[in-house]
């Protein structure tokens, strides 16, 4: 074959994909085209487009999906790749290519650099914007709960006992806790361990409940000052220092951040201002989402503890949502190493377009799992749609065998291995909250007898 016949079938490709933002699959391709080549052919030019940077691919054999760009910021940050090949991940924006190149070099390729004050001086309350007002009015249609004038904290009080495992589960998760959902679920419920875990994990999702429990019960008190940030470390912190007298103290001593350049801030009486000024600045702001993701940006980047500073700012950013009787930030499904990436994209260079991204994502998720918006999305989520069969199976036969929460958690990480490689995570997360999620009401669903679940549910311990 000539070679300008080549390109031309590759331009022919090239003008399929670039006419569909979401990418599109093989099948889809060959739809779209006018006179697609033989399945094997297209393969191969479709693997020749992706060599040349011409097309970026994500997902997996029959789940691939291309997308047009040169651009792939996916092969920058692995960990940005979908969760699912159903589910094409975080939209991120053009900026973001940037700020990944910039913190995924090698740490010797990268500048050292210190606490910039500018960066928090700069920041002027209702003048800046981390957001833009069109995002922030996104935020606000999928979030908005409809409950009237309601006290403060009425949603996140109506779905606690879900909240209290999301976030304790998700906030530990992108701590690298291994707990699972399941786990997590039995140690919240009835106070157990999981075996095999060390007992500091146990410790810091148990923190995580007593914290998210502060932040909702008293919502009406609570807020961007030194009473609840301060208590909100203690709680999370509980246990876990090397100095059990640091837990809602503002550090006295230097500390280092792994895996990065940056050098936070030392001097007691500076960290002190500068912890002042930015729960000041929290305070001052009128949008709750620029708020919470203020608070977000701003003191993991002082690190004004000696530890637990992240776990404080992603519970912290939940303050005015909650208070707003906005639907609270749960971080369901963030990466753990895209979140660190666009955390470090604050500390080494003081750009906040990655964290932002992930942050509007993430919110869009969590309104999805506890708002009236996922009634109105209209599509089914497409990975239960993929693994319907297997999810039903799975949930059906932990009841009809009479499992107990061990024994579940082990077959639903079996039934895991039979899936594809990328997919596992996310299946041992649906299949535990579906197995949670079962009551009468929902049982046949999973062609279930009301004699099976009785059963099973008087001895689900």
């Known amino acids: 074959m000539s070679r300008s016949i080549h390109e031309s079938e590759l331009q022919d490709i090239l003008a399929a994909i670039t006419r569909s933002p979401d990418g599109l699959g093989i099948e889809e391709i060959e739809s779209a085209m006018h006179t697609p080549p033989p399945r094997r052919t297209l393969q191969r030019r ?102 009237g004038e309601m006290p403060a904290g009425t949603y996140a009080r ?31 419920s009835v106070g157990q361990v999981a075996s095999g875990k060390d007992a500091l994990e146990a410790q810091m999702i148990l923190n995580h409940k007593r914290a998210i429990e502060f932040l909702v019960e008293p919502a009406a008190e609570i807020g961007c000052n030194r009473f609840t940030v301060l208590n909100l470390h203690a709680l999370l912190a509980d246990n876990l220092l090397a100095d059990p007298t640091a837990g809602g103290r503002l550090r006295s001593i230097g500390v ?19 912890f002042q000024q930015v729960l000041d600045s929290a305070e001052a702001i009128i949008e709750p989402f620029e708020q919470a993701f203020f608070l977000m940006v701003h003191l993991p980047y002082l690190q004004p503890f000696e530890d637990v500073n992240k776990r404080v700012s992603r519970l912290a950013a939940n303050i005015p949502l909650i208070r707003h009787n906005l639907c609270p930030l749960s971080f369901v499904d963030v990466d753990q190493q895209t979140y660190i990436h666009a955390v470090l994209g604050v500390y080494e260079q ?14 869009k998720r969590s309104s999805a799992r506890y708002s ?67 009551h009468e009401g929902n ?19």
């Open 46 to 147: 479709l693997a020749l487009l992706v060599a040349e940077k011409r097309l970026r691919m994500a997902g997996q054999r029959r789940g691939a999906r291309y997308f047009s760009g040169s651009a792939d910021v996916a092969a920058l940050l692995p960990t940005i790749a979908p969760h699912t090949p159903d589910d094409f991940g975080i939209p991120f924006s053009a900026e973001v290519l940037e700020v990944a190149k910039a913190v995924t070099r090698s740490l010797s390729a990268r500048q050292p650099v210190g606490y910039n004050r500018a960066f928090l001086d700069g920041y002027r309350p209702n003048v800046s914007r981390y957001l833009s007002e069109s995002v922030c009015a996104e935020l606000h249609d999928a979030g908005q709960a409809a409950i």
């Open 158 to 188: 109506q779905i606690l006992g879900r909240l209290l495992i999301d976030l304790s589960w998700n906030s530990s998760r992108l701590e690298g806790n291994t707990y699972s959902l399941l786990e997590t679920e039995r140690l919240l």
């Open 256 to 274: 280092g951040v792994g895996g990065t350049v940056f050098h936070p801030l030392e001097g007691p009486q500076r960290i002190a201002k500068c």
């Open 350 to 363: 003081n750009r906040v377009e990655l964290l932002r991204d992930v942050f509007v994502w993430a919110y």
């Open 372 to 438: 009236a918006v996922r009634q109105s999305l209209g599509e089914p989520d497409p990975f239960r749609l993929r693994y319907r069969e297997l999810l039903v199976e799975t949930v059906a036969q932990v009841v009809r065998a009479g499992m107990s929460r061990d024994q579940a958690i082990t077959f639903i990480q079996a039934q895991a291995d039979t899936v594809d490689k990328q997919d596992r995570p996310r299946f041992v997360e649906v299949a535990e909250t579906e197995v949670m999620s079962l």
């Open 443 to 461: 049982i046949a669903r999973y062609r279930l007898r009301p004699s099976e679940y009785t059963a099973w549910r008087a001895q689900w311990i």
